[in-house]
């Protein structure tokens, strides 16, 4: 499956999170216009097999396709550098870090997605089929957890973290 990894209300992060469960042997490729670190990271630990940059030939695309079948690591060259970074900083972390995706749950996470798109806590809880004080809970715990006060606060975080981008 190739998975477009910034898309509207569930990004391809959790996207790819909740495919991996349903169906542990599907193989995804992660498709993107960007290169950040986070991005990259993310959809590795959400369970994707590679990742190319929307601006790679087909030729690559085919390549990196033909190399998941076959039960490979795909990444392209210019994202190399970025996983290998984020290795040797892994490396060197203290290991009583706990990284944004342990942090929050999967739900609270997809409630902090939309949050930081401007959706209103009504239109999130329609979009997820619970109540508008669920979505109040989710959103005080997530700001607990992370100790944060503000929106504003909680959208910066989003975009840091990779759980959605500006764009």
Do not use: W
Request: glycine letters at 6%.
């Amino acid at each position: 499956l190739v998975m477009d990894v910034i898309m509207p209300e569930l990004n391809g992060i959790e996207a790819t999170c909740r495919l991996k469960k349903e169906q542990p042997g599907v193989k995804v490729l992660a498709l993107s216009m960007h290169a950040d670190r986070k991005f990259v990271t993310e959809m590795l630990r959400a369970g994707a097999s590679g990742f190319l940059l929307k601006e790679c030939a087909f030729r690559e695309l085919a390549e990196a396709i033909r190399a998941i079948v076959a039960g490979k690591v795909y990444l392209s060259p210019s994202i190399s550098k970025v996983v290998v970074e984020e290795y040797l900083d892994f490396l060197n972390e203290d290991k009583e870090c706990v990284s944004s995706g342990h942090v929050l749950s999967l739900r609270e996470r997809e409630v902090l997605q939309q949050i930081a798109e401007g959706k209103g806590n009504r239109d999130i809880a329609k979009s997820l089929h619970v109540s508008v004080k669920t979505i109040e809970t989710h959103k005080y715990n997530i700001m607990r957890k992370l100790g944060l006060r503000s929106v504003a606060e909680l959208t910066k975080y989003a975009i840091k973290s990779g759980i959605t981008s500006i764009d």
